[in-house]
C-alpha cells in the first residue's frame, strides 16, 4: 500500500483540485493524507458572512442577527471553513486519522516557499518515502497554491522528495497548458467512485447558520463546484 500526502492550501481544494486523485487512490488501495496548511481566513466570504459586503450567493446582503448567527471573527470563520474541509474529507472517504492540519499553519495569503518546505518536511518525517502531491507552480496561480509547488519542485531536486506530481486547478488548466505544453497537463478521472467526489463538493454548498453552516465554499468558488461536480476530473503533471 502506497502512502500518499496530499498538501492543502485552502479549505476547499481537497475536493476541486485533488479529489478524483485522491478518490482514485483510495480505491487503489492507498493510504491519502490530506494536510492543510493555511487557515483561510482572509476569505472575502467573511465579510459577506458578516453583511459587510452584499453575498454573491444569495445577491443581497446578509444580517447576521436576522439569520440567527452571530459575526464572524477571523477564528471563528476559519473553524467554520475548518469544519467544511472536514465534512468534505469524511464524503470522499478519508478516516479522520488521515485529516490533518499542519502545526506549521500559515495565515491565508502569506505563505512562503520555506515555510511550504517545513510542512512538507513535517510530513515527511512521519511518513518516509511517501508520494507528494501539491499544486502546480505554473499558471501564474494564487500564490498560497503555487508556493507550495515550489517548494515540492527543489525538495524533488535536492533529492528529499522521490514521487512528486503537481495537481492544476481547473480555472488554471488553460494557462498551465499553454506554459507547460500540450500532452503533459494529463487528465485524471474519479473511475470508481465520482459520486464520491460529488458529495465532498457538496458539502461546501450546505446553508444552514443554526448548524454553523455558512456555504463557505459555494460563496467563493460556485462556479469552479458546480463544474466538478458535473465532472469529477483531476489534472496533473509531472516534474
Not at 43 to 60: C, D, I, M, W, Y
Not at 218 to 226: D, Q, R, T
Request: charged share 25%; hydrophobic share 30%; proline share 4%.
Amino acid at each position: 500500500m502506497a502512502v500518499n500526502l496530499f498538501f492543502i492550501p485552502h479549505q476547499d481544494d481537497e475536493a476541486l483540485t485533488f479529489g478524483a486523485g485522491i478518490r482514485n487512490h483510495l480505491d487503489a488501495g492507498d493510504e491519502c493524507h490530506v494536510i492543510l496548511y493555511t487557515n483561510g481566513a482572509a476569505s472575502g466570504v467573511r465579510r459577506q458572512l458578516n453583511g459587510e459586503e452584499k453575498s454573491a450567493l444569495f445577491k443581497q446582503w446578509l444580517s447576521p442577527a436576522a439569520e440567527g448567527y452571530s459575526e464572524l471573527s477571523e477564528d471563528a470563520f476559519s473553524a467554520c471553513r475548518n469544519d467544511e474541509f472536514m465534512r468534505s474529507c469524511r464524503a470522499l472517504g478519508l478516516p479522520d486519522e488521515w485529516i490533518h492540519i499542519s502545526s506549521y499553519l500559515m495565515h491565508d495569503g502569506t505563505t512562503t516557499v520555506e515555510g511550504c518546505k517545513q510542512v512538507i518536511k513535517e510530513y515527511l518525517e512521519r511518513y518516509p518515502g511517501a508520494r507528494v502531491k501539491t499544486f502546480t507552480y505554473i499558471g501564474g496561480n494564487h500564490r498560497d497554491h503555487a508556493n507550495m509547488g515550489k517548494a515540492g519542485q527543489s525538495m524533488y531536486e535536492q533529492g528529499n522528495i522521490t514521487d512528486l506530481r503537481f495537481y492544476v486547478e481547473p480555472y488554471n488548466l488553460r494557462n498551465a497548458t499553454k506554459e507547460k505544453g500540450r500532452g503533459a497537463i494529463l487528465k485524471e478521472k474519479s473511475v470508481q467512485n465520482p459520486n464520491k467526489v460529488r458529495d465532498s463538493l457538496k458539502e461546501y454548498k450546505k446553508w444552514d447558520p443554526a448548524q454553523g453552516q455558512f456555504a463557505i465554499g459555494y460563496h467563493s468558488v460556485k462556479k469552479c463546484i458546480n463544474t466538478v461536480i458535473a465532472k469529477p476530473v483531476s489534472y496533473y503533471h509531472k516534474p
